[in-house]
């Protein structure tokens, strides 16, 4: 059984028409398994994905491509409780989390 | 309220937070036939009523509270294309913000056989953007 999400690609055009990721710093709250992370890291300078599921977390950590690797972490944590660095980011992205 | 107040203090002045929500009152089961596309019902999202009014809340208080200036938003539809009735029952059960009942799903299953094609959902999305001040 499976499952294509959004192969059309609106919610990517949707993000891109709205913030240009290009060579910033993406903090993105509830990250899941990186589907969203995929479409914009590869233009981000960086790029910390938060998710309070553990499961979640891995999955993202064992679908990180290896071009990615420099650039992309993934925190088990919460944006209240992950300790984040002051004025550290220039995009947050909250996608279905709030 | 609190996640705002912690992304705001990791935001950049000038930095950007991007809000992307499910929109009410606007997702359909459809099913892919040929060129058509058949909308078989509507999705009962009511469940997730209570958790939308209170994003909303929370990002009218930051706005409120000059935290944060809202600058542009659009919608857009997000679709979930399932290979089988069995992928879209097993996805639609794990929503914890959308009805699935039985009558849902009898009448779904109604329509494939009358109709035979791809079984999709089609959710209609929002994004805002917003500034930090």
């Known amino acids: 059984m499976a499952v294509l999400r959004d192969p059309e690609g609106n919610e990517t055009r949707a993000l891109h028409q709205l913030v240009s990721f290009t060579s910033k710093d993406v903090l993105e709250i509830g990250c899941g398994d990186g589907r969203l992370t995929w479409r914009y890291a590869d233009v981000a300078r960086s790029a910390l994905g938060l998710d309070p599921s553990a499961s979640a977390v891995e999955s993202a950590w064992a679908a990180l491509p290896a071009r990615l690797r420099p650039t992309v972490r993934f925190q088990v944590a919460d944006v209240i409780t992950a300790e984040l660095p002051a004025e550290a980011f220039d995009v947050a992205l909250l996608a279905w989390s709030l | ?133």
């Open chain 2, 1 to 133: 309220m609190r996640a705002l107040r912690s992304i705001h203090a990791a935001l950049r002045p000038g930095g950007v937070l991007l809000d992307i929500q499910p929109a009410r009152h606007d997702s359909w089961v459809e099913i892919q036939h040929g060129d058509r596309t058949l909308r078989v019902a509507e999705l009962d999202e009511s469940p997730g009523y209570d958790a939308e009014r209170a994003a909303q809340t929370a990002l009218q208080t930051v706005v409120d509270d000059k935290l944060f200036a809202p600058e542009a938003d659009l919608f857009f539809t997000y679709r979930y294309h399932f290979d089988s009735f069995d992928a879209w029952v097993e996805q639609m059960n794990g929503w914890e913000r959308i009805v699935m009942s039985p009558e849902l799903r009898e009448r779904v299953r109604e329509a494939l056989a009358a109709t035979p094609g791809k079984l999709s959902v089609a959710r209609n999305m929002h994004a805002a953007r917003f500034r930090r001040l």
